[in-house]
């Protein structure tokens, strides 16, 4: 029988080249509890105890192992054979996400380190290959109980309680292997503008010798909208080429929004002497998201949004969806109860995810897992972190906002030191700094200093209650949250959109799990009714501009999803999609 490879497919689907090698499935592993293994030399020779399948955490049951003991310490072996066709090549090893602190050998030879738990890294191994077969060791720390490290939902205790959740340790995300010419394309950077037609275009070529070039063809639906070539500077460590689109110029151009999620696709192919050096396909979306005159607005329009908070965990994967087709069908499920976003919460999603989000059409807030003190450590992590996600993500038209911090999570002391202000501000400025193009909230929430929309987090049940605080802007800056000021001290509202950017989270029992939530139905009536107060305040108020229910599925011991954990929907989707649509509903007096 022919063995599967778990999550087979292609793992960075915004730049993608022809050849590959997927390291997925059966590893050997080890913990690692007294922490000896660097000592003892295991990434020399170590014979390892354990198998795991990859890319599962060892807490998940897909794993194989199937433990939510703490193993800070843990290591990973493998062999693998170059393919004969790559011997003429650099071969990189791609690792999706490894949680926390990553140090690689292949051989017994160190290729790299990668400190950051839900980010992308490479090594160039090609020096460390021998032929015939080689051997790749990996070995993973990620402290349990370490707050200064950017966690998001995982606990720092044993069993999960509350609103925090089973941890993920060790490598989480596809492992895999891909050869490049000794000059390649590292790097590009789309940035699309609707208004002149045309997508800017930054790219970073590896090992220039002045005398390479970059062919660009941009075509949509089968049809060439563009052909052009731009120079490489043999200096110049980025290069930038504009390019319009001949559609636009015609005004035949697609725009990119959930409801027509039209997608341009690009062929580089970098080439010297005629000679093709390397050849990579992407795509764009045109799309627009701003703020003017205090309305949000996609492509132009104003533009409501409506999303629901999706944490990505999975009963058997936990942060690791099993299969991509799960990844897939979440978004389905969105937009099946009349969403049109998520809001992405604590954990970066994997670009598979938000490739999915691109195809079909759903607005994503990128939201950056949180460490729980602030530290200088925790500073330099989170800014560190933070930068190669919105990096690595750009190019994805579904992002439309990124959100740092969330509800003061690594900044407790907001009132009394000025640094973790100071440290919120900062994060709004170098967000825009990488990315100028989207919307950045400085604290999910409340307490924020400066953000492109004052949001909102909310858990009253009581329509009246919603209607009345939402009716007027005096009665909404009012409203302290939690018993936090919507804003920090110096800080004030400047007509920014409102958005509720958490509120519902009712709790309705339709599995053998027991959990909580902060209200509660008693049966689907109770749901629908429950569920139809809380959006329609929102939608009937004259100042909200958006809203984010929580949540998409039950997690863990908190069941106040719309679906259970799952994916069971818990009441028809056809209801909840015409309640999000505005339907009016009626319900029979209670009492």
């Not at 701003?290 to 533009?303: A, C, H, S």
């Not at 989207?438 to 929309?453: A, K, M, Y």
Request: charged fraction near 25%; include cysteine; glycine fraction near 6%.
């Amino acid at each position: 029988m022919t063995k599967v490879t778990p999550r087979s497919e292609y793992p960075r689907p915004d730049f993608t080249r022809n050849e590959w090698l997927n390291l997925n499935g059966q590893w050997n592993f080890q913990f690692d509890n007294n922490n000896s293994g660097l000592r003892e030399g295991w990434y020399l020779h170590h014979d390892y105890s354990q198998k795991i399948t990859v890319p599962y955490a060892f807490q998940s049951k897909l794993s194989g192992i199937d433990t939510i003991e703490f193993h800070d310490v843990v290591w990973y072996e493998r062999c693998f054979t170059i393919p004969e066709a790559w011997q003429e090549k650099k071969i990189h090893l791609h690792f999706g996400a490894v949680d926390y602190q990553a140090t690689v050998w292949v051989n017994g030879r160190f290729v790299r380190t990668h400190e950051g738990g839900h980010t992308s890294f490479y090594a160039d191994i090609t020096e460390a290959l021998i032929n015939g077969e080689n051997r790749v060791v990996v070995r993973a720390e990620d402290r349990s109980t370490d707050l200064e490290q950017p966690r998001g939902k995982q606990y720092w205790e044993v069993e999960s309680d509350g609103i925090f959740y089973t941890r993920t340790t060790g490598v989480w995300q596809t492992v895999w292997l891909e050869p490049v010419s000794p000059s390649f394309l590292d790097r590009v950077k789309l940035t699309p503008n609707i208004d002149t037609g045309e997508v800017s275009i930054e790219y970073l070529v590896q090992n220039r010798t002045g005398k390479q070039e970059l062919a660009i063809e941009i075509s949509y639906d089968g049809q060439m909208i563009a052909n052009e070539t731009a120079p490489v500077h043999p200096v110049q460590r980025k290069n930038k080429h504009s390019v319009s689109l001949k559609d636009f110029a015609n005004g035949e151009g697609k725009l990119w929004s959930p409801e027509a999620p039209n997608l341009y696709h690009v062929n580089f192919c970098l080439k010297e002497d005629d000679v093709i050096l390397d050849k990579v396909h992407s795509y764009f979306g045109m799309r627009r998201i701003t703020i003017r005159d205090g309305k949000i607005e996609l492509n132009n329009q104003p533009y409501y949004m409506k999303l629901v908070l999706d944490q990505g965990y999975y009963p058997e994967g936990l942060l690791t969806a099993p299969t991509d087709e799960d990844l897939k069908r979440d978004i389905e499920l969105t937009k099946e109860m009349g969403f049109n976003g998520v809001r992405k919460h604590q954990k970066i999603e994997e670009p598979r995810y938000l490739y999915w989000a691109d195809q079909l059409g759903l607005l994503v807030w990128g939201e950056m897992a949180n460490s729980h003190t602030f530290t200088d450590q925790s500073v330099k992590r989170m800014t560190s972190e933070w930068q190669e996600a919105i990096e690595r993500d750009y190019n994805h038209p579904s992002i439309v906002a990124w959100v740092p911090l969330n509800e003061s999570w690594g900044v407790p002391r907001l009132k009394r030191d000025p640094r973790q202000a100071n440290h919120l501000v900062s994060m709004y400025y170098l967000t825009k700094s990488i990315d100028s193009s989207r919307l950045v909230i400085s604290n999910d929430g409340w307490e924020h200093t400066i953000s492109d929309i004052l949001t909102i987090h909310d858990y009253a049940g009581e329509k009246d209650v919603l209607t009345d605080r939402y009716s007027e802007l005096e009665s909404v800056l009012k409203f302290t949250p939690a018993d936090r000021s919507l804003y920090v001290k110096g800080f004030q509202y400047h007509d920014e959109p409102i958005m509720v950017t958490e509120f519902g989270g009712i709790a309705y029992k339709k599995s053998a799990r027991q959990g909580w939530g902060y209200t509660s139905a008693s049966n689907d009536d109770d749901f629908i009714e429950r569920y139809y107060n809380v959006v329609s305040s929102l939608l009937e108020s004259p100042l909200v501009q958006g809203f984010c229910y929580t949540q998409i599925t039950d997690v863990e011991q908190e069941i106040n999803g719309l679906l259970t954990y799952d994916r069971k929907p818990k009441v028809d989707l056809n209801i909840i999609r015409e309640i999000n649509e505005g339907k009016k509903l009626t319900f029979a007096e209670k009492g």
